[in-house]
């Protein structure tokens, strides 16, 4: 043992002098790759509690390709770590992990493997040679040792590895998944994890998740993300992202993120890879994924699935496989927002039951067997009273970037009560990657061009925030970012702003005490109150930009909004013109 590598407490023959917790029996939880020590972070605490008969150790294994960030994870969480070199001093009672990988040390304890996906569904790359091998499976030199166990998630796992590896007989225990258990508790509680997520109400949260690799969701299709966001209206859906930590790990987070940038600066939710994409998963409207086990969750909690990919390494026989063959497939060619409307309008809750059933055995009773099958591996007696059962998930951060620019396309269709002037608004940032079209077309007089259908229009509308000084510049409409705390700022800050942009027709204002002012080149101001919570300038600057358009009365008119699931009424008014502004 190197002098630069001591063994502090607790591990080490002089431990006892300096412990406070005399423990009986010694854990060491093998680290190896960030997805499989969380896996062992999220449920081990509620094994364990108030239990000082258990020193927990972790010991890091850094041979993983995947292995970076587990440190930081550890040290996070405040975890006390060894080297990988040390386990052996340590002397532990049960060496538990969710890596089959782990280059467990000579000895006699036993070694307890938990699954840190949903069985054993894909093939993966060996690290110890240049072939595929199956995900979850410890190598037969450990199964023949016998200090080798299997935990499982239901009875039909235990029937594939005898078929595959036969020296996995009777090496298996089934406990069921509780990180299962842990969404099913969760899943009363969508709502408030979208609010916690920030989507606002009525909309709907599609959700994107990627396994790691080529065959993978975003190895497929890194595009995907900007134009789901592209195709989707901003005033009726929000798009999060779920990407495993293999992907963060193996390429890092500026990476991922350079890659996204598109898709982020329109706001997608890039969800945080630790602990995160649980209730971010549960609080899905429709899941678009893969052959990952993320998308297998989302599946057997009810959600709509569609399937953006589906890579040929998953086991036939599994649970994902049957997904392959039961879940419809997205065409990422074709109308994205018609595919996730149907897939809403068409999911019934049970529609993955059957498949549910075949990968989760009891669900609700995962913890209280896996902490049997933990003690009797100890040699303890298990203690009283009985682990908590699952408990809520805990409510997740937002996230997401505010979008600042928008294309804008409105249609003004005479009612016969109030005009109706409906609006839909896609970010600008995505705009390339739809239908919504990448700028805005102009005539010789450089306005904008219409669309071929009489009263309908296309414009693009910039928050005074947005940092593309191009997009700003070419803007029809500019919105002030904060409410105006009085009219006579208002009135400034569209008369600035008209003045410092000469190719914007019009800005408009909210104030802070309600309504909204918008001012146009001819110095007109328009007075706009609309019906509903408070909101932010767009749509109503979209309402008086369609008249304007179509050449529609601006003053003492009641027109309906409707954008999004929601009608709402806008009144206009104009005022008279700010003194000194010319028709210009």
């Not at 927002?337 to 068409?346: D, G, K, P, V, Y």
């Not at 209280?368 to 699952?390: G, K, N, Q």
């Not at 000084?469 to 008209?498: D, F, K, M, Y």
Request: with cysteine; glycine share 10%.
């Amino acid at each position: 043992m190197h002098a630069s590598q001591p063994l502090r407490v607790p591990v080490g023959a002089d431990a006892g002098r300096w412990s406070t917790f005399h423990g009986e029996k010694t854990l060491v939880v093998a680290a190896r790759t960030v997805t499989s020590t969380v896996r062992v972070l999220e449920c081990l605490p509620a094994l364990l509690r108030g239990d000082a008969r258990v020193t927990v150790v972790f010991a890091h294994d850094p041979t993983s390709a995947f292995g970076d960030g587990v440190l930081e994870l550890l040290h996070d969480a405040g975890c006390r770590v060894i080297p990988w070199a040390q386990v052996r001093h340590a002397e532990p009672d049960l060496i538990l992990t969710a890596s089959e990988n782990v280059d467990v040390p000579e000895g006699h304890c036993p070694v307890l493997v938990l699954p840190h996906g949903i069985g054993f569904q894909k093939q993966v790359p060996d690290s110890r040679g240049p072939r595929d091998r199956l995900s979850g499976v410890v190598p037969d030199s450990l199964l023949e040792s016998g200090r080798a166990w299997l935990a499982i998630s239901h009875p039909s796992q235990a029937e594939q590895l005898l078929s595959s590896h036969p020296k996995a007989a009777g090496r298996t225990l089934l406990v069921g998944d509780p990180c299962y258990d842990e969404l099913l508790v969760s899943a009363g509680r969508a709502d408030t994890y979208r609010r916690a997520l920030g989507v606002p109400s009525g909309h709907r949260l599609v959700v994107l998740s990627s396994t790691w690799g080529r065959t993978s969701l975003i190895g497929q299709d890194p595009e995907l993300a900007a134009r789901t966001l592209a195709a989707l209206p901003y005033d009726e859906f929000r798009v999060a992202a779920i990407v495993h930590p293999n992907v963060w790990s193996g390429h890092g987070s500026w990476q991922i993120r350079t890659l996204l940038a598109p898709a982020l600066e329109a706001g997608l939710m890039l969800i945080p890879h630790i602990h995160a994409w649980r209730p971010a998963l549960v609080a899905a409207d429709v899941v678009v994924g893969d052959h990952g086990s993320v998308t297998l969750y989302g599946a057997a909690l009810g959600k709509p699935v569609l399937l953006g990919a589906f890579g040929s390494e998953a086991v036939d026989g599994t649970a994902a496989a049957a997904l392959g063959r039961t879940a419809p497939r997205l065409n990422a060619g074709g109308d994205v927002r018609e595919q996730i409307m149907s897939a809403l309008a068409e999911q019934a809750p049970d529609r993955f039951a059957a498949i549910a059933e075949g990968a989760f055995d009891r669900p609700g009773q995962a913890l209280a067997r896996l902490r049997t099958a933990l003690y009797h591996l100890l040699d303890l007696t298990e203690p009283r009273p009985a682990p908590p059962s699952a408990l809520y998930l805990d409510e997740p951060e937002a996230t997401g970037a505010e979008v600042t620019a928008w294309t804008v396309i409105s249609t003004v269709s005479p009612g016969a009560g109030p005009d109706i002037v409906t609006v839909r608004r896609r970010p600008a940032a995505v705009a390339p990657y739809g239908d919504a079209g990448g700028g805005v077309n102009r005539n010789a007089h450089g306005d904008e061009e219409e669309d071929e259908t009489v009263g309908r229009f296309r414009h693009l509308a910039c928050d005074e925030r947005e940092q593309d000084r191009r997009l700003v510049e070419s803007a029809s409409v500019l919105l002030r970012g904060a409410p105006a705390p009085s009219s006579t700022a208002a009135l400034r800050w569209i008369e600035n702003a008209l003045a410092r942009l000469p190719g914007c027709r019009l800005a408009a204002a909210t104030l802070s005490d309600g309504g909204c002012l918008v001012g146009l080149r001819d110095g007109r101001i328009v007075e706009a109150s609309m019906t509903g919570p408070p909101a932010a300038p767009g749509p109503t600057a979209a309402v008086v930009y369609s008249l304007l358009r179509a050449a529609a009365p601006l003053d003492g008119v009641l027109v309906t909004l409707r954008i999004g699931a929601r009608d709402e009424d806008v009144a206009l008014r104009l005022r008279a013109p700010s003194a000194g502004r010319g028709a210009g």
